[in-house]
């Protein structure tokens, strides 16, 4: 049985296409239990505590797949990182300290017709980024019709619009 096993999958860096594509089937597998095990937030999101996850998980799990590391060793790897996450979301859930700590504040960078320099130096944005995210969100090059702009914890650019 292990001698059939290791012809299927071989050992170490010397892997035929065969054994490198059936790893790939297995490490695809293992990545949608790890992704299910997870949770949504991993992979919808996208904050820099969720894309830490997605980061990790696709250089350890490539290693299963290329022979670079024992194959098992990086799977409980990958299930140790997922677990980490786990337990981090939760301990978020239940503390707003903790939850601003891991995963960052949002910054209202531009409010009441003017930019906040201060808001953009923390965030490291400049006047320009800002402006960009405005254009894209509302299609035009004014910001007289934004009432704020709201750098959000995934980096994205929240645009609220004046009221008529």
Do not use: Y
């Not at 797949?65 to 677990?83: K, L, M, N, Q, Y």
């Amino acid at each position: 049985m292990m001698e059939a096993i290791f012809v299927l999958f071989g050992e170490g860096r010397s892997l035929d296409p065969l054994q490198m594509g059936l790893r790939s089937i297995v490490v695809f597998v293992i990545a949608l239990v790890l992704i299910r095990v997870s949770g949504r937030r991993s992979f919808g999101q996208r904050s820099p505590f969720d894309s830490v996850v997605v980061i990790l998980l696709g250089a350890t799990l490539s290693r299963a797949i290329v022979g670079a590391s024992p194959f098992i060793a990086t799977v409980v790897a990958s299930f140790a990182i997922v677990a980490c996450h786990r337990m981090l979301a939760w301990a978020c859930m239940r503390s707003r300290r903790f939850e601003r700590l891991v995963g960052g504040a949002e910054r209202e960078v531009f409010s009441n017709g003017q930019f906040n320099a201060n808001e953009m130096h923390a965030a490291l944005v400049t006047r320009t980024d800002v402006e960009e995210s405005v254009r894209q969100k509302t299609g035009s090059r004014s910001m007289d019709d934004v009432a704020a702009a709201i750098l959000e914890r995934n980096g994205e650019v929240s645009v609220i619009h004046k009221r008529a």
